[in-house]
């Protein structure tokens, strides 16, 4: 098959498949290349998709002190710690933003966070 029939059938070749990830980590690499340093500093990043997860690795590898995480769903925020994000916290809905940002004056020690970044993906139908 020739690759304009592999994308009709909706699949990649095998030769393709590993490239699948270089577009989102250069949008990542971009990204944090605007924030310039974040050396200790305290970054909030909302969504624990595959772009919120390589966004924390990356400002992990960075320099900063707290990566706060918040998702909706738990297992992410397991993927999140793993990938180097010093707290997480759940979001539930309704969504309490109070206990928010209580948790993360808690954790900031009162200094809140530098940086916020929305990393919340669209879900489609």
Known sequence: LDLIQFIERGRLPLFL??????????????ACDKLGSVINANIAIVGQGQNGLMMAQMLANMG?????????????LTYSKKNKATHTIHVTVPMDI?????EVEIITRGE?????IDMVGHQGN
Not at 19 to 24: E, R, T
Not at 112 to 116: I, L, T
Request: aromatic share 2%; net charge positive; hydrophobic share 45%.
């Open 17 to 30: 498949s590993r490239y699948v990830m270089a577009q989102p980590l250069g949008t990542i690499l971009h």
């Open 98 to 102: 109070g206990a928010i940002q209580k």
């Open 64 to 76: 900063a002190r707290h990566i706060i995480t918040l998702d909706m769903l738990e297992e992410r």
């Open 112 to 116: 809140m966070c530098h940086v916020a």
